[in-house]
Structure formats: C-alpha cells, structure tokens
C-alpha cells in the first residue's frame, strides 16, 4: 500500500531524501568507475594473453565495487523505506506520490533543485511536469492509500 504525501510532508522529508538521493548517485558513478576499470583490465589481461597485475590497486577497485555497492543499496533501502520512488538515478530523480482530486499523481523532484515545485500524473513522467498552483494545494491531500 503505498504511502501519500501532503506537499507539507514531502517537504519536510526532502532533507533525508536529498542526501540519500545523492548518496546513491554517487555510489553509483564510483561502482561504474571500478566496474570500468576492472573490465578494462580484464580485457588487457586476454588480450596480452596473462600479464603482471598489480593486486594492490585491483583489490582497491574491488573495494570500491563493493563498498559502492553497499552504500547505493543502503541509500536505496532508505527512500524506499520512505514511500519515495526513484525515478531516474542519472539525474536523481523522485516522486513523492500524493492525491490530487482522489487521483494518484506524484510531486516531482530533481536533486539539482531548492524545492518541489511541480507534480505530475502517473503516466505522464517528467516531461509532463506541472507547476504546483493554487488549484492543486487545495485539490491535494496525503494520507493512507484507499481502494
């Protein structure tokens, strides 16, 4: 059942959200970084057919694989655990689902921006964004999902 937020509740929750967000994209970018490099050298290695392999540095990469890891999975299982949706993890990218006139849409918000200004339905996704006006903070509540 998912959980409703008032624009009132999203806003107050955007700290934790905010870092979380940010946690997770940059635990990301550093797993595609180690990713990368490990590949890179896996690929130098067949090509060469064997080769030296300095252990030190490729245990590092395989630290920061899996700490990377640990920490995207952990800022994830945080916004999550909030009733947050994660839309697009590139450009960090939420949803707060919320209720505009008894339908579901979502409060739309970007890692890049100072506050949530804008919603959107369902199946309209980021291009169909909407600022938030007076017809929309008097139509929409929070609260417990219904059928």
């Not at 090509?47 to 630290?63: C, I, L, N, P, S």
């Not at 994660?86 to 960090?92: A, C, E, M, P, Q």
């Not at 199946?123 to 609260?143: C, T, Y």
Request: glycine share 8%; hydrophobic share 40%.
């Amino acid at each position: 059942m998912p959980r409703y937020f008032t624009l009132d509740e999203a806003r107050a929750a955007l700290p934790v959200v905010g870092r979380s967000i940010r946690e997770a994209v940059q635990a990301r970018q550093q797993y595609r970084e180690a990713e990368a490099l490990i590949q890179e050298l896996s690929q130098r290695i067949l090509m060469a057919g064997g080769m030296r392999v300095d252990t030190v540095q490729t245990e590092g990469w395989k630290v920061q694989l899996d700490s990377s890891t640990q920490t995207l999975k952990s800022a994830m299982e945080r916004i999550d655990e909030m009733g947050v949706l994660v839309k697009d993890l590139d450009t960090g990218l939420v949803d707060f689902p919320t209720l505009f006139k008894d339908e579901e849409v979502y409060l739309c918000w970007r890692m890049d921006e100072v506050d949530i200004d804008h919603w959107h339905g369902i199946n309209e996704g980021f291009s169909g964004r909407k600022e938030i006006d007076r017809s929309f903070l008097e139509n929409h509540r929070g609260g417990p999902a219904f059928d």
